[in-house]
């Protein structure tokens, strides 16, 4: 008896399954590098930094009392404001049933940590833009430290970059280890320009990088002395005017320097992620939940400069 494929359709495997679980591509995280963290609290939600300002000069004449000042002083107080919980389970039946329920399972508390990771990431971009004053130029001894992009159509330009550097220099920023951190629109406006000045390729960071940052924030160029790092977690705007321009829908790029004791960000665990699992009897499932609290704040707003700029670039 002859055996073809009419015949024998009850034996052919219509669909084959792969052994393997595909899994989504995953950007890299780097903004935690550039919190000052801080360790001395341990308990309560709201932590202060006292702060002193700088002495004043008078001028003296002869047989005159000298005039005393007091230094100025403040603080600066930020709380712990995000709990944030990640969870899943699978039921016993499940676990009995699924070919792929071991696969399944050890992807659940590293897919959970991610997640909060990419929280923080979003949250450590956006509290700069957050800590400024919406819809006004924040202006620091007398220079802009947010402004609108400058290019065509409101893309970034290399003069940005400038605006941005003399801004820093302005408000005293050490002119070291100065970061942009820009949406991929960017990369792509500067990778595009022609006739460039002073932008070179330059693939090292204190030794740190080489093709790129271990943690990902895709190294680009070195314009106007600031390493470029793009990243897709920076904060879009929603309904703001600036410059006399409707910015909604733009990125909010970030300039500031990461030399150490300056970050202009910082922030605090009261929890780090913690990964709780048990069984729950009544549902017959296994738990899986990963939690972390902490805060972050605006620290130094005179080493940030925010430039909104138009992310629809072609």
């Given at each position: 008896m002859a055996h073809t494929t009419a015949n024998t359709t009850l034996l052919t495997r219509q669909e084959i399954w792969s052994g393997e679980l595909k899994e989504i591509l995953k950007d890299e995280l780097d903004a935690m590098r550039h919190v000052n963290w801080l360790t001395g609290f341990p308990d309560g939600n709201t932590f202060t930094i006292p702060s002193i300002g700088t002495a004043d000069i008078d001028d003296y004449q002869e047989d005159e009392a000298v005039v005393y000042r007091p230094l100025d002083t403040g603080e600066f107080q930020f709380s712990i404001t995000e709990y944030l919980s990640a969870g899943t389970y699978i039921?016993?039946?499940?676990?009995?049933?699924?070919?792929y329920a071991e696969q399944l399972m050890s992807r659940f508390v590293p897919e959970q940590e991610r997640a909060l990771m990419v929280r923080l990431e979003g949250d450590i971009l956006k509290v700069g833009p957050n800590g400024q004053t919406a819809a006004d130029n924040n202006t620091i001894n007398g220079v802009d430290h947010r402004y609108v992009a400058t290019g065509t159509s409101n893309v970034m330009s290399v003069t940005d970059f400038a605006k941005a550097k003399l801004a820093l220099k302005k408000a005293n920023v050490p002119d070291t280890n100065l970061i942009a951190i820009v949406d991929p629109s960017v990369e792509f406006t500067m990778n595009t320009q022609t006739n460039l000045v002073n932008i070179s390729n330059n693939p090292m960071w204190e030794g740190i990088v080489s093709s790129g940052i271990a943690t990902g924030m895709k190294f680009m160029k070195n314009i106007y002395g600031f390493d470029v790092?793009?990243?897709?977690?920076?904060?879009?705007?929603?309904?703001?005017?600036?410059?006399?321009?409707?910015?909604?829908?733009?990125?909010?790029?970030?300039?500031?320097?990461?030399?150490?004791?300056?970050?202009?960000?910082?922030?605090?665990?009261?929890q780090m992620p913690k990964v709780d699992s048990d069984f729950d009897m009544d549902f017959q499932r296994t738990k899986f939940v990963t939690t972390a609290r902490y805060g972050l704040s605006l620290y130094r707003p005179e080493n940030l400069v925010v430039v909104p700029s138009n992310i629809a670039v072609s």
């Amino acid at each position: 008896m002859a055996h073809t494929t009419a015949n024998t359709t009850l034996l052919t495997r219509q669909e084959i399954w792969s052994g393997e679980l595909k899994e989504i591509l995953k950007d890299e995280l780097d903004a935690m590098r550039h919190v000052n963290w801080l360790t001395g609290f341990p308990d309560g939600n709201t932590f202060t930094i006292p702060s002193i300002g700088t002495a004043d000069i008078d001028d003296y004449q002869e047989d005159e009392a000298v005039v005393y000042r007091p230094l100025d002083t403040g603080e600066f107080q930020f709380s712990i404001t995000e709990y944030l919980s990640a969870g899943t389970y699978i039921t016993e039946k499940a676990m009995q049933d699924m070919f792929y329920a071991e696969q399944l399972m050890s992807r659940f508390v590293p897919e959970q940590e991610r997640a909060l990771m990419v929280r923080l990431e979003g949250d450590i971009l956006k509290v700069g833009p957050n800590g400024q004053t919406a819809a006004d130029n924040n202006t620091i001894n007398g220079v802009d430290h947010r402004y609108v992009a400058t290019g065509t159509s409101n893309v970034m330009s290399v003069t940005d970059f400038a605006k941005a550097k003399l801004a820093l220099k302005k408000a005293n920023v050490p002119d070291t280890n100065l970061i942009a951190i820009v949406d991929p629109s960017v990369e792509f406006t500067m990778n595009t320009q022609t006739n460039l000045v002073n932008i070179s390729n330059n693939p090292m960071w204190e030794g740190i990088v080489s093709s790129g940052i271990a943690t990902g924030m895709k190294f680009m160029k070195n314009i106007y002395g600031f390493d470029v790092y793009a990243s897709n977690h920076l904060k879009i705007n929603g309904t703001e005017t600036l410059d006399s321009v409707a910015v909604s829908g733009f990125a909010n790029n970030l300039f500031f320097s990461a030399a150490p004791g300056v970050q202009p960000f910082v922030g605090a665990w009261r929890q780090m992620p913690k990964v709780d699992s048990d069984f729950d009897m009544d549902f017959q499932r296994t738990k899986f939940v990963t939690t972390a609290r902490y805060g972050l704040s605006l620290y130094r707003p005179e080493n940030l400069v925010v430039v909104p700029s138009n992310i629809a670039v072609s």
